[in-house]
């Protein structure tokens, strides 16, 4: 059986991996990839949690489905933002993404 240590850890470094992709990438869309992936990581907290919790109840996946569904429609909402400002300016540079300033 695998210990709840080992699933904090890779859960750590994918958070870890998601936030330097958050902060470190120009790119709209590399940047949504690091959302993603600290998402992913809130998952496999919340369903490791569940598993090694004394408590039988299903909280943890039910928490689960609804960060997918939540990633889903972050996914659909950003990236049909990020192809409309690409129409627009051509560009997916997060720096260069000024639309709200006059």
């Given amino acids: 059986m695998i210990p709840l240590s ?4 890779l859960s750590a470094m994918l958070f870890a991996i998601g ?3 958050v902060l470190a ?8 990839l690091g959302v993603e992936l600290m998402l992913n990581a ?3 907290n919340l ?4 598993r090694y919790g004394d408590l039988a109840q299903m909280a943890g ?8 569904a939540v990633a889903a429609s972050e996914v659909a909402v950003g990236l ?6 690409y129409r627009r300016r051509n560009t997916v540079v997060a ?8």
């Fill in 42 to 44: 809130v998952n496999i």
């Fill in 19 to 21: 936030l330097y992709g």
């Fill in 25 to 32: 990438r120009k790119n709209a869309i590399a940047i949504l």
């Fill in 6 to 9: 080992w699933y904090l850890y």
């Fill in 80 to 85: 049909s933002l990020v192809i409309s400002v």
């Fill in 95 to 102: 720096n260069e993404l000024d639309l709200m300033k006059w």
């Fill in 61 to 68: 996946q039910v928490f689960a489905i609804i960060v997918f």
């Fill in 47 to 50: 369903v490791a949690f569940w």
